[in-house]
């Protein structure tokens, strides 16, 4: 008769264990939910979106920022891609001479006007030589909103890491200037796939 009485706060002390461990289970739940949406892992999501037009894109191995290589604007007076800080920039390095440059051009014009009044530009940079910058600029007149850009000593693709080595090149830089992915080749930048890519970066940057 003495055993019985003992048994019971043997299993009340179970009970409560097994209650202690599901409650620190579903806190420990909720800890990972509430980590994963306060810090989301931007370059993971961003490659998830790499679909359809974007599928090429790439996502650096290491952080790179912009380069300090100079520009020469519509004017004629210098440029410095960190100008554009605080901003979410699509550059894009093409040429004249470069026919799937020339075919995308116009869908880089249209995310640009796609994008006014939001921290977001699209900068399109000419590595064209001779006479053919003024082609060029004359190329991008009709393409507004895009302003023309030249890279006059060609030195901007060697300044990226790693170097641009075809055309077109594109590169999405944060609002804090740091490179979150590259897109070697044509594409389509005007669509969805676009779209959701670069809403991404101008939400987490």
């Known amino acids: 008769m003495s055993e019985v009485p003992a048994a019971k706060p043997k299993a009340s002390l179970l009970r409560w264990a097994l209650w202690g461990a599901g409650a620190f289970g579903v806190a420990a739940v ?39 290589a100079s520009l020469t604007g519509a004017d004629g007076k210098p440029v410095r891609l960190g100008a554009f800080r605080g901003k979410v920039v699509v550059v894009n390095l093409w040429a004249t001479w470069c026919g799937p440059c020339v075919i995308e051009m116009p869908t880089l014009a249209k995310l640009a006007l796609a994008y006014q009044g939001k921290p977001l530009e699209v900068v399109a940079i000419s590595i064209d030589r001779g006479d053919d910058v003024d082609k060029a600029r004359q190329f991008i007149a009709q393409h507004a909103p895009l302003k023309f850009y030249h890279d006059p000593t060609m030195k901007l693709p060697f300044s990226l890491t790693p170097p641009a080595l075809g055309m077109p090149t594109t590169i999405i830089y944060g609002k804090d200037g740091v490179e979150k992915g590259r897109l070697s080749g044509g594409a389509d930048w005007s669509g969805a796939d676009a779209k959701a890519l670069l809403d991404k970066v101008l939400a987490e940057s």
Do not use: C, F, H
């Open 30 to 68: 909720l800890y990972i939910i509430a980590q994963a949406v306060s810090n989301p892992t931007s370059d993971g999501d961003l490659k998830t979106l790499a679909r359809g037009e974007m599928g090429k894109l790439t996502i650096p191995a290491q952080a790179s920022v912009v380069p300090a």
